[in-house]
């Protein structure tokens, strides 16, 4: 079986526009949230979230291109012409049927759908949508348009399962590295549904907090007071390459991806099994397929999404399997600090991951306050409250659990152990 690594990477989510400038905002525990500008909020029950700022996709597309393509579809490209870039990779030094994108997304083209359908509403009942509204919204056109863009014309298609869409999109892009039908895979995903119908249907749900007055502290994992998730947006994209492709034309190794477990709770449609056994089984089934012992892994990048029950079916879920050497995990949760991207979450996450093995940082899980505890969870465990903190780690976990009861884990391996 081939050995598959990643060896490009590239971030745009509310912390920053690229690996960079997130990557320092992360370390120093800033949050990304703050009052919603894409439409009036006013009359929501929320009235903030993550957006990314300063956007500017303007030498990435002509004027025609901004205006035909979603908001998502800006933030696949960005974030994959930055991987591209850093992973060195010319197209016309390579077979373009052995590289391909497989790309996640859970919505989709949520501005576009909100725009059209508002302006049909609004109007006199004569149908006068976009002809690109089609396929402005499809959750594929990402996938779509980055082969285009790149001249990638191998394997291509997205995955759509919620907030584990993208980590699924990772592992189905090694499986095609690993059965030898790719040298190169672009993956990972994007999501931008930061809308009315967005935050509406997740206000509906009742799974947004609802902390108005203070939105940067409002996303608080593993405390008693969490009161539902920060809607995110952003994307993620890694350049997944065959291990001697990648050493033949000298590529910079950021991991390897050695394991990838994949399960379904088989419970509900929206709530995780409170007893955790699908995410269990995940992180079991990735380190059955990485060869190593459970106290080999240093570093779980949760899921973490600061909801009264899937934060404690999570901690229950490492506890379960890992025993007393959970209690020797760095757990963090980026979606502190981030939000929750959603279709595009499991990129973002596996990059910082990532992140954290090369640079020997754990990134903090922040907005903890001292008492703010709650009496299921068990504060023993490292959760990386509030301050990153050096540590080396050989391998390194992201976690991702989508509504639908989708369960998605990655396990990755310090290169400096390849």
């Not at 850093?86 to 576009?112: D, F, W």
Request: charged share 15%; proline share 3%.
């Amino acid at each position: 079986m081939k050995r598959v690594v990643v060896t490009g990477l590239g971030l745009v989510t509310a912390l920053g526009n690229d690996v960079t400038t997130c990557w320092a905002n992360l370390i120093a525990g800033k949050s990304g949230a703050g009052a919603i500008t894409h439409f009036d909020s006013s009359k929501f029950k929320t009235q903030f979230a993550c957006e990314v700022k300063d956007l500017d996709v303007s030498n990435l597309f002509d004027p025609k291109e901004l205006r035909r393509y979603d908001r998502y579809i800006h933030l696949a490209v960005k974030s994959a012409e930055e991987a591209i870039n850093n992973a060195g990779l010319h197209i016309t030094q390579e077979n373009p049927l052995r590289c391909g994108v497989i790309y996640g997304s859970g919505m989709g083209g949520v501005k576009t759908l909100d725009t059209n359908i508002g302006e049909f509403g609004a109007g006199d009942g004569t149908p006068r949508y976009s002809p690109f509204f089609i396929p402005m919204i499809i959750t594929n056109m990402a996938a779509g348009m980055l082969a285009i863009r790149y001249g990638f014309k191998g394997v291509n298609y997205a995955t759509t399962s919620a907030c584990s869409s993208s980590s699924h999109a990772i592992a189905n892009a090694c499986y095609q590295i690993r059965m030898g039908l790719a040298d190169v895979v672009l993956t990972g995903g994007s999501e931008a549904a930061i809308e009315c119908c967005g935050i509406g249907g997740f206000n509906a749900l009742h799974a947004l907090s609802t902390r108005n007055d203070s939105p940067q502290t409002a996303c608080r994992p593993f405390s008693a007071s969490r009161d539902g998730f920060v809607l995110g947006e952003g994307a993620g994209t890694l350049v997944l390459e065959e291990y001697e492709h990648a050493k033949a034309r000298g590529a910079h190794i950021y991991a390897e991806l050695v394991g990838i477990g994949l399960t379904a709770d088989a419970y509900h449609l929206t709530a995780s099994d409170p007893e955790g056994i699908g995410a269990k089984n995940a992180m079991q089934l990735a380190i059955n397929e990485a060869g190593i012992l459970p106290s080999q892994v240093d570093y779980i990048n949760a899921h973490g999404t600061s909801t009264p029950i899937g934060d404690i079916a999570e901690v229950k879920a490492i506890q379960d399997l890992f025993g007393e050497d959970a209690y020797n995990i760095s757990i963090t949760s980026s979606k502190s600090m981030t939000g929750h991207i959603l279709g595009g979450t499991g990129a973002v996450e596996a990059i910082i991951s990532i992140l954290s093995m090369q640079h020997g940082m754990v990134t903090p899980t922040i907005n903890h306050e001292e008492g703010d505890k709650d009496p299921n969870i068990d504060y023993k465990l490292d959760f990386t409250f509030n301050h990153a903190k050096a540590r080396t780690i050989q391998y390194a976990m992201s976690n991702n659990f989508g509504f639908g009861g989708h369960n998605a884990c990655l396990l990755f391996k310090n290169p400096n152990i390849l």
